[in-house]
């Protein structure tokens, strides 16, 4: 994940991880492209992070309007009751990007592999596990909602080895770097 995410940010940013979790892949990022200053925010902050992480509530990030050039969401969206809300908040933060990992609900049994994979790798850590997987269409209008653009989209990650793929895989994840259009400020309500 960590190669994927170091091709796809553009050199010399300041980046903020929201819930960043232990922070491997945060760490990982910095050690490809030490050009990059990381930040990081998670609703649990762990003892064991491999990154400086800050508390937030959820909701609000403790950052100002237009403060880092790029929030990065990895595997997190999915997670929250409010995706709306969430990329609302990253866009007020951003200057310029938006990266997001996640899930597609597409094809035969996708809602509960997800579902599957979501309880197998969070359960452990405490982690709410609402199910919010969204299709294409979802995740376009969630986009257009936020004035957002798409840059680039990437569906063949290749996390899993076969033939873990084949049950895993099957085009559930995608990679979408998303510009913030200026024009169109976006705002959340405290």
């Not at 902050?45 to 990154?51: E, G, H, P, Q």
Request: no cysteine; aromatic share 8%; net charge negative.
């Amino acid at each position: 994940m960590a190669t994927h995410l170091a091709k796809l940010i553009p050199r010399d940013l300041s980046v903020l991880d929201v819930g960043s979790g232990d922070g491997r892949i945060g760490s990982a990022v910095m050690e490809l492209r030490p050009d990059l200053k990381l930040s990081a925010i998670d609703t649990t902050v762990r003892d064991n992070a491999m990154i400086p992480t800050t508390h937030y509530d959820g909701k609000r990030f403790p950052f100002e309007e237009k403060s880092v050039d790029l929030v990065m969401m990895i595997d997190v969206l999915h997670h929250v009751e409010d995706i709306d809300l969430m990329l609302a908040e990253a866009a007020r933060v951003s200057r310029q990007f938006i990266l997001i990992k996640d899930h597609f609900v597409r094809g035969w049994l996708a809602r509960q592999t997800l579902t599957l994979m979501d309880n197998v790798s969070n359960r452990q850590f405490g982690i709410a596990i609402p199910a919010n997987y969204q299709t294409e269409d979802q995740w376009n209008l969630l986009y257009a909602n936020n004035h957002l653009q798409s840059i680039i989209r990437r569906d063949h990650l290749g996390l899993y080895v076969w033939p873990l793929s084949w049950i895993f895989e099957r085009k559930l994840h995608f990679l979408q770097l998303l510009s913030v259009d200026k024009l169109h400020p976006s705002s959340t309500q405290n």
